[in-house]
């Protein structure tokens, strides 16, 4: 760890699954944190571990300003307010840089600027904020959380199908807890200057081979059925999932049959100096 072991550094979203390992892992190493939320008293777990809590909210640039108040550097993990963050996320990145942020991390996907991806243009103009008002940055362009993927497996091992819009398309599934190592490494390894990096899983999975691992976890056969991304999603609608979120994985699977999101990146363990944790080791015991 390069960082100053006395310097603090920050971490948006700290209520959220990803905020809250990255969290952690940094107070794990020693690491003095500031952890930001709307809502920080959710966190009292992590200030009895030692976290410093502080109310930030990108859609209040005031309280960014005061958030960061003595931070150089500063990790923004994208909100969840997917189609409505990114007049939001630009204001916070403005203000970041009025705080004196001399480093500054943000969490956006893989192939941002591709026009195939939905939530590619909000984390490409985020990301264009960024480097607007930043010389020194480290964008992590990570791939889809292998956890859905995890999900969409029992799934298929309780209905003999695994049922996707993805062809023969593959995916660099990544577990959010690497996502999570990747963001604290990279505020704590000392880097300054620009730099962008694809975060993702150790190898590409089709459909196919999914199914494969749902059959050999499950001991019954599972086969991969491909259909049209309306039909999926559509699908989805009927089993229950909001229209929004049925659509935007609908769209995912659509990426990824043209083969968008199954390039397999060494920077994870460039940054880190660890491997990428495999999807199949994720997989809970049959």
Same mark, same amino acid.
């Given at each position: 760890?390069?960082?100053?072991?006395?310097?603090?550094?920050?971490?948006?979203?700290?209520?959220?699954?990803?905020?809250?390992?990255?969290?952690?892992?940094?107070?794990?190493?020693?690491?003095?944190?500031?952890?930001?939320?709307?809502?920080?008293?959710?966190?009292?777990?992590?200030?009895?571990?030692?976290?410093?809590?502080?109310?930030?909210?990108?859609?209040?640039?005031?309280?960014?300003?005061?958030?960061?108040?003595?931070?150089?550097?500063?990790?923004? *993990?994208?909100?969840?307010?997917? !189609? %409505?963050?990114?007049?939001?996320? /630009? @204001?916070?990145? &403005?203000? #970041? $840089? +009025? =705080?004196?942020?001399?480093?500054?991390?943000?969490?956006?996907?893989?192939?941002?600027?591709?026009?195939?991806?939905?939530?590619?243009?909000?984390?490409?103009?985020?990301?264009?904020?960024?480097?607007?008002?930043?010389?020194?940055?480290?964008?992590?362009?990570?791939?889809?959380?292998?956890?859905?993927?995890?999900?969409?497996?029992?799934?298929?091992?309780?209905?003999?199908?695994? *049922?996707?819009?993805?062809?023969? !398309? %593959?995916?660099?599934?990544?577990? /959010? @807890?690497?996502? &999570?190592? #990747? $963001? +604290? =490494?990279?505020?704590?390894?000392?880097?300054?200057?620009?730099?962008?990096?694809?975060?993702?899983?150790?190898?590409?999975?089709?459909?196919?081979?999914?199914?494969?691992?749902?059959?050999?976890?499950?001991?019954?056969?599972?086969?991969?059925?491909?259909?049209?991304?309306?039909?999926?999603?559509?699908?989805?609608?009927?089993?229950?999932?909001?229209?929004?979120?049925?659509?935007?994985?609908?769209?995912?699977?659509?990426? %990824?049959?043209?083969?968008?999101?199954?390039?397999?990146?060494?920077?994870? $363990? +460039?940054?880190?100096?660890?491997?990428?944790?495999?999807?199949?080791?994720?997989?809970?015991?049959?």
């Amino acid at each position: 760890m390069s960082a100053s072991s006395t310097a603090p550094v920050f971490v948006s979203g700290a209520s959220g699954q990803l905020g809250r390992q990255v969290v952690a892992l940094l107070l794990a190493q020693g690491v003095p944190v500031i952890a930001g939320s709307r809502r920080p008293e959710a966190l009292a777990e992590l200030a009895e571990a030692g976290a410093t809590l502080r109310t930030i909210d990108f859609s209040r640039p005031e309280t960014v300003t005061a958030a960061l108040a003595g931070v150089s550097r500063a990790l923004f *993990i994208s909100t969840d307010a997917v !189609g %409505a963050r990114l007049d939001a996320q /630009r @204001a916070a990145v &403005a203000a #970041a $840089a +009025a =705080a004196g942020v001399q480093h500054l991390v943000y969490t956006s996907v893989v192939a941002a600027e591709s026009p195939l991806l939905l939530i590619g243009p909000e984390h490409l103009g985020t990301e264009a904020a960024i480097r607007e008002n930043f010389d020194s940055y480290t964008i992590l362009r990570n791939n889809l959380y292998a956890e859905l993927a995890v999900g969409a497996l029992d799934q298929a091992a309780a209905s003999g199908q695994l *049922i996707t819009a993805r062809g023969e !398309g %593959a995916i660099a599934w990544v577990s /959010r @807890a690497d996502c &999570a190592r #990747a $963001a +604290a =490494a990279a505020l704590t390894d000392g880097h300054t200057g620009a730099r962008t990096l694809d975060i993702t899983g150790p190898e590409a999975l089709t459909g196919d081979a999914l199914a494969a691992l749902a059959s050999a976890r499950s001991a019954t056969p599972v086969v991969h059925v491909s259909v049209p991304a309306a039909a999926l999603e559509q699908g989805l609608v009927e089993a229950g999932l909001p229209a929004p979120v049925a659509g935007l994985l609908a769209n995912f699977d659509s990426a %990824a049959a043209t083969g968008l999101l199954g390039t397999v990146s060494g920077d994870f $363990a +460039a940054l880190t100096g660890q491997p990428a944790t495999p999807l199949a080791d994720l997989l809970p015991p049959a």
